[in-house]
């Protein structure tokens, strides 16, 4: 199993980023998703999830109602759609998966596959 997120970058606050992780070397549509962001000298936190066919979605309440996940299962990929971003969001953002048929939620000890991160930096 590999994930490989991608579409970081510095954005002004305010402005949006879309964030992909894609996968490979496994049944997508098995695997439910979850984004993870980490900042300097801050311990990594829980963002996002969405079930395995996107019917259900949690989010931090840091991010809810400015950040969406989605999925496309048919490309074998999970969206972030962050709007509004504010100089707090700037981190390294994770995609991450459990084991497959395991929704592992907001705990991230129950996520075993980690993408590589992709850098987020928000200018205020």
């Known amino acids: 199993v590999q994930l490989q997120a991608s579409g970081g970058g510095l954005v002004q606050a305010g402005g949006s980023l879309r964030l992909s992780c894609a996968a490979s070397?496994?049944?997508?549509?098995?695997?439910?998703v979850g984004w993870f962001r980490q900042a300097p000298g801050k311990e990594r936190e829980f963002v996002s999830a969405?079930?395995?066919?996107?019917?259900?979605?949690d989010y931090a309440d840091s991010v809810k109602g400015r950040f969406t996940m989605s999925r496309d299962n048919a490309k074998n990929t999970v969206y972030l759609q962050m709007n509004s971003l504010k100089p707090e969001d700037t981190a390294v953002y994770y995609c991450?998966?459990?084991?497959?048929?395991?929704?592992?939620?907001?705990?991230?000890?129950?996520?075993?596959?980690w993408g590589q991160g992709t850098q987020v930096t928000v200018s205020s």
């Open positions: 969405i079930s395995r066919y996107g019917r259900s979605t």
């Open positions: 991450a998966a459990p084991n497959a048929f395991v929704y592992a939620g907001r705990v991230t000890s129950r996520y075993q596959y």
């Open positions: 070397g496994l049944t997508f549509s098995d695997y439910n």
